[in-house]
């Protein structure tokens, strides 16, 4: 494996792709989440910065042609190749946060056995226990909690719980992951907060956060849930399906705007065997980077009895 480490102080974020490549690193948005929940000036900002109104004149602002100037000098810092992306002038920040990319870029896996990313990412995998107790980024969760409903997360008891941690240099669209039928959308609101690692040494992240989910029943992988999780003050969740319908492998489920965000996936025991290395790297302490449509595990072959 090729290795490099950037320490800035504090805690590190270890990222490993599908080949094997790691990242060990701490960007600025780590070490300004740190700040905001470690010092106390920085609790003070966030108190502020949580506020409704707050979040409301930032979108407002984010969404103007003046915020278009900030993207040029964003997208070389974070090395964001715009070429990749079908256009590559932006009216606002928001307008560049929405791009596109082109669809050879992102080519979703439909062998009908297999089960896809959702999104781009940084992913990690934990077996959901008996208890629905679980652990993300040293931040323990009941699924009841995530979901505000215990007997739906008893359906996960045992099954696994796939976490995809999207950072601002992300693709920020998702996909279904598989031909199914989805539910009606269930929206939770929250308080903003951040979806950062970083932030969870003070704050259970989705405590706090908006979320919205839908059960997508498929006929190979079972009754997954999608949820998806907003991001600290303006971060947004457009879902282009409220309701009920039938949906496909790869379609467009929505888009997030304005910041980083999170996709969970909850998968039902004996269901799907996730591929080896994702569940590897977690287990190591890495998060894996996933790209949308790409294979994430496949379906698990029901055995055959026979009558002798």
Request: some cysteine.
């Amino acid at each position: 494996m090729a290795s490099h480490a950037v320490t800035i102080g504090g805690k590190q974020m270890k990222y490993i792709d599908r080949k094997g490549n790691i990242t060990i690193e701490e960007n600025s948005q780590d070490k300004l989440l740190r700040h905001l929940y470690n010092d106390r000036g920085g609790r003070l900002c966030l108190k502020l910065l949580i506020r409704p109104f707050v979040s409301k004149a930032a979108g407002i602002v984010l969404n103007t042609r003046l915020s278009a100037r900030f993207v040029p000098d964003f997208a070389e810092h974070n090395k964001i190749d715009l070429s990749l992306y079908e256009k590559q002038n932006f009216s606002s920040w928001n307008d560049f946060f929405k791009r596109r990319i082109r669809k050879e870029e992102r080519p979703i896996d439909m062998r009908e056995n297999i089960l896809v990313s959702p999104c781009d990412g940084k992913l990690s995998v934990h077996r959901i226990s008996s208890d629905s107790r679980f652990n993300i980024k040293d931040t323990e969760y009941t699924v009841g909690q995530l979901l505000k409903n215990e007997q739906l997360a008893r359906r996960y008891t045992d099954g696994y719980a796939l976490i995809f941690r999207l950072t601002v240099d992300d693709y920020h669209h998702y996909c279904y992951v598989a031909d199914g039928r989805k539910s009606e959308n269930v929206t939770l609101p929250g308080v903003f907060h951040t979806v950062n690692p970083a932030a969870n040494d003070v704050y259970p992240i989705y405590k706090e956060n908006a979320r919205e989910y839908c059960l997508l029943k498929t006929e190979r992988f079972g009754t997954i849930l999608m949820m998806e999780v907003g991001a600290m003050m303006v971060g947004k969740i457009s879902n282009l399906q409220k309701k009920t319908a039938t949906v496909k492998k790869g379609q467009e489920k929505g888009n997030f705007e304005f910041g980083g965000s999170t996709v969970i996936l909850l998968l039902q025991p004996g269901k799907v065997r996730i591929d080896y290395d994702l569940l590897d790297n977690t287990e190591e302490g890495y998060e894996t980077i996933v790209k949308m449509g790409e294979r994430i595990g496949e379906c698990k072959k029901v055995k055959k009895h026979y009558v002798l």
